[in-house]
């Protein structure tokens, strides 16, 4: 069995292949440790699948594994963990704006932690670091993370990054459905409605040295601030409801001002605006309470999946195959490909 499966989603990443495939492969050669690196084509529109192809033929520990049209990175992480064969999977930018060195280190924290499920690499940690990042990406960045860190109670300080590793039975046990940047939230999510157990290490971010960044303000910001909504209802309804209440109780004080001047007109609609306020304030408030709830609930049902996961695994492993998965398919139009498997099934029929 392979022991360490590397998930490499690329877009346009020509620039970057295959030196950075071959910086990975000889860090991950220090673990002594078997390991394949599975490049997953996001839909490239440049000869990023060439690239990756013509490696994999020259090395049978590169796969390629991708698609025709671009979905994002959630589908290119989410296809790679599916076809990853690893005991342990770990996941990096193609452009290697994290060192390959983390490879090994995110490999050696989970080996040695065994009560630990998964780990996250976090430049905004003590002894992290960023290099060379512009300041607005940067200052982006953070302010996202920590709305983020607040939505899931400050458990963890880098929610977005894509440095991290998993048991793959951990990984595999989550029912994934993002196909954006978000992917890496809903698996924290999920993971951490699991019980989970994940552990955060620093790390240092740098800028890239080749190709285009796909960074997207927008669709990125509001993507992140409805998942923080999300997660925790109360943030957004909280504060909208205290905001009315607070605007209530500035009529109210405003009111009694008048009265103690002797200038309060009754024909103006003042009590009634006031009273508005506080009945709108409450319901906000509890609509925010309802929805806690409902995250709650939801919560309870990722443990439910993961306990029968775990039952399936059981069933599972007490009847074994007969026989060895195909190397080589297509499955919803993903494409997985490993050359020299394709080779040497052909050798064996001649």
């Not at 090994?104 to 630990?116: C, G, I, S």
């Not at 999300?230 to 605007?247: T, W």
Request: proline share 4%; charged share 25%; with cysteine.
């Amino acid at each position: 069995m392979i022991e360490i499966s590397v998930v490499v989603p690329s877009y346009n990443e020509a620039a970057n292949i295959p030196q950075n495939l071959e910086r990975m492969a000889a860090a991950l050669t220090i673990t002594g440790q078997s390991f394949e690196i599975l490049g997953v084509d996001d839909g490239s529109t440049d000869d990023t699948a060439d690239k990756i192809k013509a490696y994999a033929a020259e090395d049978p520990r590169i796969r390629y594994v991708g698609y025709r049209i671009n979905a994002g990175r959630g589908k290119a992480i989410r296809t790679g963990i599916k076809a990853a064969r690893g005991k342990y999977i770990l996941t990096i930018d193609c452009d290697l704006s994290y060192s390959e060195e983390y490879l090994t280190v995110m490999y050696r924290l989970l080996k040695d932690n065994p009560e630990v499920d998964f780990v996250i690499g976090s430049p905004y940690m003590h002894d992290g670091g960023t290099e060379d990042v512009p300041f607005k990406r940067l200052m982006i960045s953070k302010l996202g993370n920590i709305i983020l860190s607040s939505a899931m109670r400050g458990k963890i300080k880098t929610l977005t990054g894509i440095l991290r590793g998993y048991k793959a039975e951990v990984v595999k046990r989550l029912d994934l459905e993002s196909d954006k940047k978000e992917i890496h939230l809903e698996i924290l999510s999920k993971a951490l409605a699991s019980g989970f157990v994940p552990l955060e290490f620093p790390a240092v971010l740098r800028s890239r040295k080749k190709g285009k960044s796909k960074f997207r303000f927008k669709a990125t910001a509001l993507s992140h601030l409805v998942f923080s909504f999300f997660e925790r209802p109360s943030l957004l309804f909280g504060l909208a409801g205290f905001l009315l209440i607070a605007a209530g109780l500035g009529i109210g004080a405003y009111m009694i001002y008048l009265w103690q001047i002797a200038a309060l007109n009754p024909n103006r609609p003042l009590m009634t605006l006031m009273v508005l306020l506080f009945v709108s304030g409450l319901q906000v408030i509890l609509f925010g309470f309802l929805g806690t709830q409902m995250v709650g609930l939801r919560k309870e049902v990722y443990k439910l999946q993961n306990h029968q996961h775990k039952i399936e695994e059981m069933i599972e492993s007490s009847n074994p195959r007969s026989y060895d998965a195909p190397v080589c398919g297509k499955n919803d139009g993903v494409i997985i490909q490993d050359e020299h498997a394709i080779k040497k099934t052909t050798v064996d029929h001649n």
